[in-house]
Nanobody
Framework: QLQASGGGLVQAGGSLRLSCAAS????????VGWFRQSPGKGREFVAA????????YYTDSVKGRFTMSRDNAKRTVFLQMNRLEPEDTAVYYC???????????????????WGQGTQVTVSS
């Protein structure tokens, strides 16, 4: 299971750090992704980390502002979000998958396990 946390209300320009903790299994053998969904929109890819090598990928709108990292010993993945904008407001979900090729990291259907989501609200 995955448990996402760290969301909240922040003013534009502020920062939040989301966490995604895995229980019952290690995350070291999984690719991990962050997605977000705002009202009336589909689930949008935000960032992902490959299963091996630690390569990270970001959607264009968050490049330079968001940083993804993982702590395998703590079975936790993080999404550091800086210079937040009102457009970043959404429910953020973490997800994990065992066999995802690089070109599929941005597709929600590639992931096997999902956390419950954490709300991020950025006020202007």
């Amino acid at each position: 299971q995955l448990q996402a946390s760290g969301g909240g209300l922040v003013q534009a320009g502020g920062s939040l750090r989301l966490s995604c903790a895995a229980s019952g299994r290690t995350i070291s053998g999984y690719a991990v992704g962050w997605f977000r969904q705002s009202p009336g929109k589909g689930r949008e890819f935000v960032a992902a980390m490959a299963r091996t090598g630690g390569a990270t990928y970001y959607t264009d709108s968050v490049k330079g502002r968001f940083t993804m990292s993982r702590d395998n010993a703590k079975r936790t993945v993080f999404l550091q979000m800086n210079r937040l904008e009102p457009e970043d407001t959404a429910v953020y979900y973490c997800a994990a998958g065992a066999r995802i090729i690089t070109s599929s990291l941005g597709a929600a259907t590639s992931y096997d396990y999902w956390g419950q989501g954490t709300q991020v609200t950025v006020s202007s």
